[in-house]
């Protein structure tokens, strides 16, 4: 009995046209080179890596040609520096939410992450030693706004009912920062190769989502239910 070829779909075709194996792009400069779309092999993953590590190593001379040209890793050193300037402005920020709070284990659960905080700090310094970089921090106008609105916040609304609402309120800003930043620079290890960095990447993200996890667990079960009995008295 003969066989007939499966004539493909039309959706089929079309997510093939959508999707092609390799891509053009043209640089700055005018270059055009071709970009594949595929996952690299393992042994290709390797190269990528030692590759990557010898450029991270020529960094100063990198930024001294002052080309226009720029790689995922320039933008991998980017928000290397960028997160360990904000690590450190959050730990130096922490005391103050923590001598705020009221609820027990809202001051417990900040106490323990700024602990982790210190933890992320020396991670993210091991992470520059593993890239050859100078341990250095770059001003984050991101974090700095976010810790800024924070100190405003706990101005308002520290010595109210709504106080421990308001520390959560803040910390989940910056814990969600945090998470998108790392999420990201998690994705940029794995394309680059960069096989212990993503593992120490992934430790602090797995933190930061526990204690964003926390937070909110500790507002949705007491601390809003607190600060609403203002309200509550206030309607009667």
Not at 28 to 43: C, D
Not at 108 to 127: K, P
Not at 185 to 194: K, N, R, T
Request: charged letters at 30%.
């Amino acid at each position: 009995m003969a066989t007939s070829e499966k004539t493909p779909t039309k959706s089929s075709t079309a997510n093939e046209e959508k999707k092609p194996a390799s891509r053009t792009k043209t640089t700055k400069s005018g270059k055009t080179r071709t970009v594949s779309r595929a996952k690299p092999a393992a042994e290709q993953r390797q190269q990528r890596a030692q590759t990557v590590k010898s450029k991270a190593q020529k960094a100063p001379a990198r930024k001294a040609a002052a080309t226009e040209e720029k790689g995922l890793l320039d933008l991998f050193e980017h928000a290397l520096r960028d997160m360990y300037y904000a690590e450190r402005k959050i730990y130096r920020s922490l005391p103050k939410m923590i001598k705020a709070a009221d609820d027990a284990a809202l001051t417990e659960a900040l106490s323990n992450h700024r602990d982790e905080t210190q933890g992320h700090i020396e991670t993210l310094e091991e992470v520059f030693e593993l890239m050859h970089l100078r341990v250095k921090g770059e001003k984050c106008d991101a974090i700095d706004g976010i810790l800024e609105e924070a100190d405003g916040i706990l101005e308002d609304f520290g010595d109210t009912l709504a106080g421990d609402a308001a520390i959560i309120f803040s910390a989940r800003a910056v814990e969600h920062y945090e998470i998108c930043r790392y999420h990201a620079m998690i994705g940029f290890a794995d394309a680059l190769g960069l096989d212990e960095v993503h593992a120490k990447l992934q430790s602090i993200y797995d933190q930061e989502t526990a204690s964003d996890t926390l937070l909110t667990s500790l507002a949705e079960d007491s601390v809003n239910e607190a600060a609403s009995e203002y309200d509550e008295g206030d309607s009667q």
